[in-house]
Every structure is written in structure tokens, then in C-alpha cells.
């Protein structure tokens, strides 16, 4: 069992922390008893209506949230984790969601469900250590992931209105929430009103092999390509955005693969604008094999090789601010890619 436990439980905080774990499990006992319907971790439950045309789902989110939290922020960053990840939130608090990048960002972990005991309880402890963790009773599944979207977009536009951006991020991408709050303040962003920025993916196929992860069959969509749409793993939106979206979920189809419903199948109703931002999105490997082809790419899932010097803007910032895909949530990749990031230096003619 102990093999089980995540680190950040044995830090010296937690140790102490353990004295009244047992008390407060009895109490949580008893809660869950009184709670069996809701059985969401936490202290008390707030119940959404994810409402589309064709389907819906009503979850409970663990906790009454307080908006003084994001008071001042430039940036509401919600993370899209499962439960189990307990060391990969970790390691992310360790490197890219360090305080020194969340001075003017705010960051939440959205996770599931959790599915035994032992998880609900470490949950619970890690919530009371980071107050980062929004326990939902979301299927902690793979096809679920659209609801947990959903809940970024319900606690920004319920609890954070008022910050006027947001990344949306899978728990498996480096990023610099300070460097984006820097585009933001220096205007980089410009004037839009509803606009998604990311990587743009034009004339995507379904998959239509059943064995695979994203298969679609013919009969849950029939047309032969997606409508443009902005990549999952990562983009910025807007705060006006995030509300056209809930507002047109009741008259959206429900499609499971998420970044292609709200960013794609849903952007003609929201008139939500995506713009293509590769500067900052995607980076590009500068190291050549012996034909010139770079030798990393992180698009085949291969690897990555960040770019050493990349251009920069006035003040010297480096405009690459994000890698998608640290190869499959290995440890070493998350703080190999993080500290490349960091490291990148501004190119010879943009640093005159
Ligand atoms: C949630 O929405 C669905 C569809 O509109 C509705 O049938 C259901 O009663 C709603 N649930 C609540 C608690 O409002
Ligand atoms: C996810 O998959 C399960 C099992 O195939 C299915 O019952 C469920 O309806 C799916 N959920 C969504 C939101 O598509
Ligand atoms: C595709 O689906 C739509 C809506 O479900 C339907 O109206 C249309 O006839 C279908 N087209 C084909 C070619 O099956
Ligand atoms: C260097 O930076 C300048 C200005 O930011 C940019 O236009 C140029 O493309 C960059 N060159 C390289 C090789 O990255």
C-alpha cells in the first residue's frame, strides 16, 4: 500500500497531517454514508446541468467555490486530470504551476470520480494541502472528458467571470502561465471578443477503424471530415468564449471527442473566432539529423528537442510558450521539457 502513496504525503506537513487523518476519516465516513447519491469528495456539493440537445448529464462539483481566489488574475488555467494522477499534479506544482508562474494566473485540477476509498481519501488530503483539486462525480473515463471541460468553463464563468483568460490543458503539456499573462498585458492577444487560440486542425478524418480510441461509427457522425477546430491538449480563449459556448450547449449535438464539438462543430453558433497562433503553440525543433530532417518532432509522439533560441518580442520574451505531448506522462519528460522551456534564448536579431 505504501508503494501507492504519492509523494507530496510524505512531506513533513503530511506527517503531521496524519494525526488527525484517522478522525476526519471516520467523520468522511459518515459523510459519504449521509452523501451515497452525491459521493463527491468534499465539504459541500454544487449540482450543473450539462444540457445538450440530444443528451445530458448532471454532475456535482465538490466545493462551494470562492471567487476571492481568482480576484486580480489575468489567467484561469483549468488542468483536465484523472483522479489516479496523483504524482503527475505533483510534479506539475513542482515545475510549470510553481508560485513564481501564477502571480497573476490561477490554476485548477479537474478530475472525476473517484473509484475507490483509498483515492477519495488521498483526494481529500490533497485538497486540504493545495486547495487546487476540483473533485467532481464525473465518469473518470477517457469519453468523459467533454464533462470535465465543461466544468472548467462552468467554474470560470460562474466563480472567475472576471478573468479575462483562460487555458484549457490536459495534464500532460508544458507551459509558462506567466509568459502568457505577459502576451496578455502587452496586448499580444489584441481586442477580440470571442476568439480561441491554438493550433488549428483543417479537414480532420474520423477515425472509422472500431479499435481505435477515437473511433467514430458512421451513424454518431456521418460526414467525411471535421469542421476547422482548435487542438485539445492546449489553447487560450477568451472569457466571452467560455459563456457563448454554455449558452449553446442545449442546441449542440453531443459529440464525445470535446476539442471538435466546443471548438469546431460548435463555433458557427458561438461565433466564437479561432486563430491559428503557432508562434506560441508549437515549437520547433532546431536539432538536424544528418539529412536535415529535425530529429525530434513532437507531432509523431517520438520525442521532443526544444528549439535552443527562438525570436522574441520587445521585451525579450521568448514567443514559444507551450509544448503539447511530453511523451506519455513520464516524469522525467514533464521536467526535461520544462526546464528546456525555461532555458530557451532569444535569437540574435531579435535580441537587438
Ligand atoms: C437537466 O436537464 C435535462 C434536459 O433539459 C432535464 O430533463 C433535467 O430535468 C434537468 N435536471 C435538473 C436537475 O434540472
Ligand atoms: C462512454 O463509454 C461508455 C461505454 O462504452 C458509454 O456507456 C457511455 O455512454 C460513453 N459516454 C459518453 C459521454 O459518450
Ligand atoms: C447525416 O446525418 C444527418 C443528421 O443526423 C442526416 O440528416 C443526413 O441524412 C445524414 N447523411 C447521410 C449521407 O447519411
Ligand atoms: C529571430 O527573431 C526574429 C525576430 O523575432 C524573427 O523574425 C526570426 O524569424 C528569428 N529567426 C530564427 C532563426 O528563429
Redesign the pocket.
Known amino acids: 500500500m505504501f508503494k501507492a502513496v504519492p509523494s507530496f504525503l510524505k512531506s513533513p506537513a503530511a506527517k503531521v497531517a496524519y494525526v488527525f487523518l484517522f478522525i476526519e476519516l471516520v467523520i468522511f465516513g459518515l459523510w459519504i454514508k449521509d452523501n451515497a447519491k452525491a459521493n463527491v469528495t468534499g465539504y459541500s456539493v454544487v449540482t450543473v446541468n450539462a444540457t445538450f440537445a440530444n443528451y445530458f448529464l448532471e454532475y456535482k462539483i465538490g466545493e462551494q467555490f470562492d471567487s476571492k481566489r481568482c480576484d486580480g488574475k489575468q489567467l484561469f488555467v483549468f488542468v483536465i486530470t484523472a483522479v489516479k494522477l496523483f504524482d503527475q499534479r505533483d510534479l506539475i506544482r513542482k515545475t510549470w504551476a510553481n508560485k513564481k508562474h501564477l502571480q497573476d494566473a490561477f490554476i485548477v485540477f479537474i478530475v472525476g470520480q473517484p473509484k475507490s476509498r483509498l483515492h477519495e481519501e488521498l483526494l481529500l488530503k490533497e485538497k486540504e494541502l493545495y486547495s487546487d483539486v476540483v473533485v467532481t462525480n464525473i465518469p473518470d473515463s477517457y469519453n468523459f472528458t467533454a464533462f470535465k471541460v465543461h466544468a472548467g468553463y462552468y467554474i470560470h464563468n460562474t466563480y472567475c467571470a472576471h478573468v479575462p483568460f483562460i487555458l484549457r490543458a490536459d495534464d500532460d503539456i508544458v507551459t509558462l502561465p506567466d509568459r502568457f499573462v505577459h502576451f496578455i498585458k502587452t496586448g499580444y492577444f489584441g481586442n477580440e471578443d470571442k476568439a480561441i487560440f491554438g493550433i488549428l486542425l483543417r479537414n480532420t478524418q474520423p477515425v472509422r477503424d472500431p479499435n481505435h480510441k477515437w473511433y467514430i461509427p458512421m451513424d454518431y457522425y456521418n460526414q467525411s471530415t471535421f469542421p476547422t477546430y482548435v487542438n485539445g491538449p492546449a489553447y487560450l480563449m477568451t472569457g466571452k468564449s467560455v459563456e457563448a459556448i454554455l449558452e449553446k450547449t442545449k442546441e449542440t449535438t453531443f459529440f464525445w471527442i470535446e476539442d471538435v464539438m466546443f471548438t469546431g462543430l460548435m463555433a458557427e453558433k458561438t461565433q466564437v473566432k479561432l486563430i491559428e497562433t503557432l508562434e506560441l503553440f508549437k515549437f520547433h525543433c532546431n536539432k538536424r539529423d544528418a539529412n536535415g530532417v529535425a530529429a525530434f518532432n513532437s507531432w509523431d509522439h517520438v520525442g521532443y528537442c526544444m528549439?535552443e533560441?527562438?525570436?522574441?518580442?520587445k521585451a525579450g520574451i521568448p514567443?514559444v510558450t507551450l509544448i503539447s505531448h511530453a511523451p506519455a506522462f513520464q516524469r522525467p519528460d514533464i521536467e526535461l521539457a520544462y526546464s528546456d522551456l525555461v532555458k530557451v534564448r532569444?535569437?540574435?536579431?531579435?535580441a537587438k
Not at 309 to 313: E, L, Q
Open positions: 528549439r533560441v527562438g525570436s522574441c518580442d514567443y532569444c535569437n540574435e536579431s531579435s
